[in-house]
């Protein structure tokens, strides 16, 4: 299996900060690598897929890029409404899909 | 607009079978995409279980395949999750899924509660 690995675990900040987030994957997988957010007792959103093309309605402050082994989502100015758990997962293998453990992120 | 919703069980008795079924609308199942199932136990990541494509063929992660079944039902435009055997440790939130493949899941259901107790 295709390990995900994403730091930090947990990340706190402010609102209109610029956040990164870092995934790593055990193998090379170009840019088969998706982000998803998950809010409290909600599913899961797809926000970026292939690496750096954003889904259709999410905000256009979220942004990803990378290939090969390391990827990283970026959201330009936090606002509220994006205190939540983030997710990587790659689509190398699919449909034998693994996700990174998740990046909390939460107010500072 | 595609919708996916589980139902199923939120209670199983432990070495018994979970079974939930996902029921779609808005999109026909037989006309593509693969179908899919993952969990989240309380507190814990996400976690695939199997897929089934639209042609029927399915894909179940390897430490769970000799438990796992999944199928559709075209005519109900529904597939379903069968997990036998089952222990404390499949406690968890399951979601049904649209997978784009590559280009990752882009419906999810609301996700049912199941617990494993006896």
């Known amino acids: 299996d295709i390990q995900m690995t994403q730091s930090p675990s947990f990340l706190s900040a402010s609102v209109g900060d610029r956040v990164t987030i870092t995934c790593r994957a055990s193998?090379?997988?170009?840019?088969?690598l998706n982000w998803y957010q998950q809010k409290r007792g909600k599913a899961p959103k797809l926000l970026i897929y292939a690496a750096s093309s954003l889904q259709s309605g999410a905000p256009s402050r979220f942004s990803g890029s990378g290939s090969g082994t390391e990827f990283t989502l970026t959201i330009s100015s936090l606002q509220p409404e994006d205190f939540a758990t983030y997710y990587c997962q790659q689509s190398f293998n699919t449909p034998a899909i693994t996700f990174g453990q998740g990046t909390r992120l939460e107010i500072k | 607009q595609v919708q996916l919703q589980e139902s199923g069980p939120g209670l199983v008795k432990p070495s018994e079978t979970l079974s939930l079924t996902c029921t779609v609308s808005?999109?026909?199942?037989?006309?593509?995409?693969?179908w899919g199932w993952i969990r989240q136990p309380p507190g814990k990541g996400l976690e695939w279980i199997g897929s089934?494509?639209?042609?029927?063929?399915?894909y179940y992660k390897s430490s769970l395949k000799s438990r796992v079944t999944i199928s559709l039902d075209t005519s109900k435009n529904q597939f379903s999750l069968r997990l036998s055997s089952v222990t404390a440790a499949d406690t968890a939130v399951y979601y049904c899924?649209?997978?784009?493949?590559?280009?990752?899941?882009?419906?999810w259901g609301n996700g049912t509660t199941v617990t494993v107790s006896s």
């Open positions: 089934v494509y639209h042609s029927g063929t399915t």
């Open positions: 193998q090379s997988i170009s840019t088969y």
């Open positions: 808005g999109y026909s199942i037989s006309s593509g995409y693969s």
């Open positions: 899924v649209r997978d784009h493949e590559v280009n990752g899941m882009d419906v």
